[in-house]
């Protein structure tokens, strides 16, 4: 970034108040008698409801439309382990685009924990608060086990959304990138760099949706993860192959596709260069890709490229996954977001960029024309059809597969955030 773009970030977040969200009133507060009924004595009714049925809490607190979303910084986009109070402006961004896209109200909650375990149990107390939570930005391979503990131990859903979100998104993402490119997922020769949160959870999601793990290479810092490797986790091993390529230049050489969920700059033009015909790349570190889009362009005329930014073309980021995925999750009341539901979004967002543009996201984007092609993979964040769409796959994957508390909406499909508490 320039440095004027950097001082524009940093007066956006100061000015004219510090922060991106505020908490607002929903009922009224200007009398006495409005008061006695917020406040004491009007309060104790509700609570002698909740304590005499705990599910009373979504009838009269604004737990059903309420997530948290936790970090302990470890791993903040990709600037790394910068502790919990760094991430408070990523977590508050969350927030943002929660309440935005999905007119969900949240609440980031940053934990100075020493052990997974001190993370966890930290969580595990205070779940009952919310209607989900939602994981960010916390690094492998202490994410799994949190993730895990935490689903297990909460009757809401617990998400990672690095794990999860990013996953969904790429799939869409990836599976209509090769449709494009002429090739199909089955068969395609994928590198990905990164063996992290993100990497890990888009490599299985890819699988699930037909890539073969033999196709698929890995790395972490220390180059491809084979089966001679005796440094492996036990999630990096689910990835292991045998094969004789050691680097990123080894490895990318006529790959189909490369997925970067790593680190900024790693990519290099030579290695785009070497790649199959109408290569996919998504460089998808946050917010310095593992190449910038215009090398990649000029090193391959014919790629199809996808970052994680809002200020290139085809922004493949876990933003079009998580507020959606949430809403429909809540609005069910499930008790988890299974597979079911994740494939379920995987869908409904692939399909919906084949659909013609509607005139409010070109104007968002300043664009005469967006057409299913190289340049849109995947729909723009802004557009609204992505409340409608994805919440509805997933409320109804959540009813189909068991784990719904509620029926599917009366009041869907959602057009508009104003229609979220229904009529
Ligand atoms: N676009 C999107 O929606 C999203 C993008 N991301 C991006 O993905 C990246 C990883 O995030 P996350 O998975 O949460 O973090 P993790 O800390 O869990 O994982 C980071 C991974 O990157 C690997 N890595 C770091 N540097 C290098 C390098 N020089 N060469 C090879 N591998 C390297 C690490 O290797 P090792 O295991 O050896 O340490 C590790 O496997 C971030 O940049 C983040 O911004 C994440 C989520 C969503
Ligand atoms: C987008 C996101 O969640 C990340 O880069 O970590
Ligand atoms: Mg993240």
């Not at 608060?129 to 009757?155: H, M, R, V, Y």
């Not at 490895?251 to 790649?275: K, W, Y």
Request: hydrophobic share 40%.
């Amino acid at each position: 970034m320039t440095d004027a773009k950097k001082q524009a970030a940093l007066d956006y977040h100061a000015n004219p108040i510090p922060g991106k969200l505020s908490v607002e009133l929903t009922k009224p507060t200007a009398t006495a008698r409005d008061l006695s009924l917020a406040y004491s004595p009007g309060v104790a009714e509700p609570v002698r409801e909740i304590a005499s049925d705990p599910e009373n809490a979504y009838l009269y607190t604004g737990k059903g439309n309420l997530v948290a979303v936790i970090s302990d910084g470890s791993a903040i986009l990709g600037l790394g382990n910068l502790g919990p109070l760094a991430s408070k402006p990523v977590m508050e961004g969350k927030g943002v685009l929660f309440k935005r896209f999905a007119g969900i109200n949240s609440v980031d909650i940053e934990v100075n924990a020493e052990s997974p375990q001190a993370f966890i149990d930290t969580v595990a107390r205070i779940a009952d608060t919310w209607g989900g939570i939602n994981l960010e930005d916390i690094k492998a391979p202490e994410c799994f086990e949190i993730e895990q503990a935490l689903i297990e131990q909460c009757s809401i859903p617990v998400f990672h959304d690095d794990q999860h979100g990013t996953a969904i998104v790429t799939a869409a993402g990836m599976l209509n990138a090769l449709d494009i490119a002429g090739k199909s997922l089955d068969s395609a020769r994928i590198v990905c760099l990164g063996a992290g949160a993100a990497a890990i959870a888009c490599m299985k999601l890819l699988v699930s949706c037909g890539a073969r793990p033999e196709n698929i290479v890995m790395l972490d810092r220390k180059g491809v993860i084979h089966s001679g490797r005796e440094d492996l986790n036990q999630y990096k091993a689910m990835f292991a192959v045998e094969t004789d390529k050691r680097t990123l230049t080894d490895a990318i050489e006529g790959a189909d596709a490369f997925v970067g969920l790593s680190g900024p700059g790693l990519m290099s033009a030579d290695h785009i260069r070497s790649m199959a015909a109408n290569p996919v790349v998504f460089a998808c570190t946050n917010p310095d890709p593992e190449i910038h889009p215009d090398l990649a362009r000029e090193a391959r005329p014919d790629v199809i490229m996808a970052t994680g930014r809002s200020d290139y073309p085809n922004q493949v980021n876990n933003v079009l996954g998580f507020p959606f995925i949430f809403r429909g999750a809540l609005d069910v009341r499930a008790t988890r977001i299974n597979e079911e539901m994740k494939v379920a979004a995987v869908h409904a967002l692939k399909d919906l960029a084949r659909e013609p543009v509607p005139k409010e996201v070109l104007e968002a984007y300043e664009m005469d024309e967006m057409r299913f092609g190289p340049e849109y993979i995947i729909p723009t964040p802004v557009d609204i059809r992505l409340l409608e769409r994805i919440s509805s796959a997933v409320a109804q994957a959540a009813v189909d597969s068991g784990v719904a508390r509620k029926p599917y909406p009366s009041h869907y499909p959602l057009k508009t955030v104003d229609d979220v508490y229904g009529g």
